[in-house]
């Protein structure tokens, strides 16, 4: 079975820095799918950013990149220029290609505060 | 277009009654899932429906239960409510093919008393 482990329940960054929260996965498959999603205190989780494993090229997504490495079964997300708006929970996500029909497999989450 | 829509937002319940909770799918999107989040057990997979059949199912016990509609609205149930089943309740849907992404309601909180 597939697991997500994200090791930092909770980070702090100043306003305006750079954070990498980590992610780490277990999978026996070769073509799979990662996601991070951001959970405000509003609630609704919300899709930062996306990675297919078959692709070498990390994602990026305006001030929101990923390091993937499959090798190492790793996938931090960095922030740049940390906004008082980038305050949430961050799951990492997991899923096998979609063929499979499995669910998505979320990680326990990051809680990151941004202190102005 | 209009987001994904769950109803109510907030629910109290006593141990023991039913409850019923809504999810709107955003227009054009055939699947719909269910997670439950607690803060000791993060999110865990409920169910999922497609075009009007279950797709797939999480290790939750039977008191749990799904349904979807032809218009690709959801309903999850719980019958024989317990304390423990106080948690955040969130509706996810997707095209079908979630690869590239679920898109997520705002969740109903169910609080039983």
């Known amino acids: 079975a597939q697991t997500v482990t994200q090791s930092q329940p909770e980070m702090s960054v100043q306003e305006a820095e750079t954070v990498t929260l980590s992610c780490t996965y277990d999978?026996?498959?070769?073509?799979?799918?990662l996601f991070w999603y951001k959970q405000p205190p509003s609630r609704q989780m919300i899709l930062v950013i996306r990675q297919e494993a078959y692709k070498q090229q990390n994602a990026t997504e305006n001030r929101f990149s990923v390091n993937f490495q499959k090798a190492a079964k790793s996938f931090s997300l960095k922030i740049s220029d940390s906004q008082l708006g980038d305050t949430a929970m961050y799951f990492c996500a997991f899923m096998k290609q979609w063929t499979s029909y499995d669910k998505v497999i979320f990680g326990p989450g990051t809680s990151l505060s941004v202190i102005p | 277009k209009a987001g994904v829509t769950q109803t109510p937002r907030y629910l109290i319940k006593t141990r023991g009654q039913q409850v019923t909770l809504s999810c709107s799918p955003i227009?054009?999107?055939?699947?719909v899932s269910w997670y439950q989040q607690t803060p000791g057990q993060g999110l865990q997979f409920l169910f999922e429906y497609f075009s009007e059949t279950q797709r797939n199912k999480g290790n939750f016990p039977g008191r749990f239960s799904g349904r979807q509609f032809s218009n690709s609205r959801s309903e999850m149930n719980v019958s024989t409510l317990e304390l423990g089943d106080s948690a955040l309740y969130l509706c996810?849907?997707?095209?079908?093919?979630?690869?590239?992404?679920?898109?997520f309601g705002s969740g109903t909180r169910l609080t039983v008393v």
């Open positions: 999978t026996s498959e070769n073509n799979y799918y």
């Open positions: 227009s054009g999107h055939r699947s």
């Open positions: 996810a849907s997707s095209a079908g093919t979630e690869t590239y992404g679920y898109t």
